[in-house]
C-alpha cells in the first residue's frame, strides 16, 4: 500500500480527534477538595474502630480544627481542645450521652471544667 502525504494527513486528523477528547478530559477534571480528603482520611481512621455509622456521626460532630489536628497526629495530648471535642463526639455518638466536661479557652489557654 502505498501513503501519500494527503492519506498521512487523514489519518493524523483522525489520531488527534480520537485522542483529543482524552486529553481535554484529563486535564479539565476538577481538583479533589481538600477538605473533603482530610475527612475522608479521618473517617478512615475512625473506620478502624468504630461502626461506619459511629465515624460518620464523629466526623459530623466535630468542628473544623479538631479534624485537621486528628488528621495530623495520632497523639492528640489529652488536655488539648481538639481531644476533648473530639471525645465529647465519641461519646455523643457511641454512648448517646455527652459526659466528658466542655473545653473552653481563656487567653489562649484551654481548661476543662465539669458540668451537671
Known sequence: MIHTPRRRHFVGIAVCAVLFPAIVAGCSSDE?????QR????ET????SFS?????CIVETI?????????RTVDLPADSAPMLTYTVAVRTCVNGTDTAP???TTDGETTTTAEG
Open 63 to 71: 468542628d473544623d480544627d479538631t479534624l485537621r489536628a486528628l488528621d
Open 39 to 42: 475527612r475522608d482520611r479521618v
Open 52 to 56: 461506619k455509622d459511629q465515624a460518620d
Open 32 to 36: 479533589p477538595d481538600p477538605a473533603q
Open 102 to 104: 466542655a473545653p473552653t
Open 45 to 48: 481512621r475512625l473506620g478502624e
